[in-house]
């Protein structure tokens, strides 16, 4: 029986990890959840059903607190990175952003098992985490690193020669004109029924971004070998080139719960963890160059991720900031990424120096969100 902890346990992946764990009650058991806390309902709903002994919330802790007698609750924003502490198999980290960083660090440092969702750990704070990880401490959640961490195991790594991640396109692939694009548009993802913050990003490639710096921690690749290809249908989730031209792919349903299982089964796979392929059909997969000059983003977060340093918190501080900008219509949507440039130029000055500790990306964070807002200013009518 393996002990989980699940960060996020409300959003996409959070419900999807329980909805395995149900499957297999055998196999898991979920000692501890947390969520923002905005959902107080649905945060009882699952530590009841899991019967969880601890809870971490940001927001109605007392309301929580009250309806689940003999369940710890945790309430504050260091509450995700206290469960995180707890003695466990595996911590699924599945928190939006780079308040995620924390949690992981804290994962790492109480020597459990971290099952990655959160790819801003990796954007914001790489080099940390890198030095925190023991060797197969960090297995990969994220669809497309996923499906690299499975394709890699047909050679060795001086045998791979390039990481291809396969990104659906969003809901804009085919429209040439960005303008005028509204929140409702933007939130209509083709493939995958996501966060909003992640369906943004991904409208505006600026996730591909963020999984090609975290593809570069994770598998110590350099930024020259990784490349991203729009593939719509989101079935492959990604590839990897080896040195004689072979190319091993990794296709599923687009659904991220073969992914999820992967990585808290590890290393043995789970069975029925998720519908396979239907092969009694035909089937078309298309893959596409990505248009740099429609999505600026991809090369945008090459660039910080090759700077390295403060670097790619910048980026995903500024981004995070913008996004929010264009949920609240403040924004416009074809912006977004100018902003992050913005933000990224400005800070030149500091972004090539290496972070020493939490508390270094904390603050370059707060300084890019400050010149975020301020730069929404000049650009509000």
């Known amino acids: 029986m393996r002990e989980v902890v699940i960060l996020g346990s409300t959003g996409s992946i959070g419900v999807q990890a329980l909805e395995i764990v149900s499957a297999n009650p055998e196999l898991f058991s979920v000692i501890a959840i947390t969520s923002a806390g905005n959902n107080p309902s649905l945060v009882v709903e699952q530590a009841r059903k899991f019967n969880v002994k601890y809870v971490g919330v940001l927001h109605n802790a007392e309301v929580i ?91 060795s790594k001086k045998e791979v020669s390039k990481l291809i991640l396969t990104a659906s396109g969003g809901p804009f692939r085919d429209r040439e004109n960005l303008d005028g694009i509204t929140v409702a548009d933007a939130l209509k993802h083709p493939t995958w029924t996501m966060g909003a913050v992640v369906t943004i990003n991904s409208a505006t490639l600026v996730n591909k971004g963020l999984e090609i710096i975290e593809a570069h921690y994770l598998f110590g690749t350099p930024y020259s070998k990784i490349d991203a290809v729009i593939h719509p249908q989101s079935v492959v989730h990604s590839l990897v080139e080896f040195i004689d031209g072979s190319t091993i792919a990794q296709a599923s349903p687009p659904n991220m719960k073969g992914a999820i299982a992967y990585a808290i089964n590890w290393p043995d796979r789970l069975a029925n963890a998720t519908k396979p392929i239907d092969w009694s059909c035909a089937h078309q997969w298309s893959f596409t160059p990505i248009d740099t000059n429609k999505f600026p983003s991809i090369e945008l977060a090459k660039a910080c991720g090759i700077q390295g340093g403060f670097s790619p918190a910048i980026f995903n501080a500024a981004n995070e900031v913008a996004v929010e900008a264009f949920l609240t219509d403040k924004l416009a949507f074809a912006s977004i990424v100018g902003v992050v440039s913005t933000v990224v130029e400005q800070m030149q000055d500091v972004a090539a120096a290496a972070p020493r500790d939490l508390a270094d990306v904390s603050a370059i964070e707060d300084d890019a969100r400050t010149r975020a807002l301020s730069h929404l200013l000049r650009l509000a009518p």
């Open 65 to 155: 607190r009250d309806a689940l007698s003999g369940v710890s609750v945790i309430d504050g924003a260091l509450a995700s990175t206290e469960i995180a502490s707890i003695k466990c198999d595996v911590v699924i980290n599945a928190i939006t952003g780079s308040i995620g960083l924390g949690p992981t660090l804290a994962t790492l440092d109480a020597g459990n098992t971290l099952a990655l969702a959160n790819k801003e750990s990796l954007v914001a704070g790489g080099d940390l985490v890198l030095a925190r990880a023991r060797a197969g401490q960090i297995i990969p959640v994220d669809s497309e690193h996923s499906a690299i961490f499975q394709s890699a195991l047909a050679g």
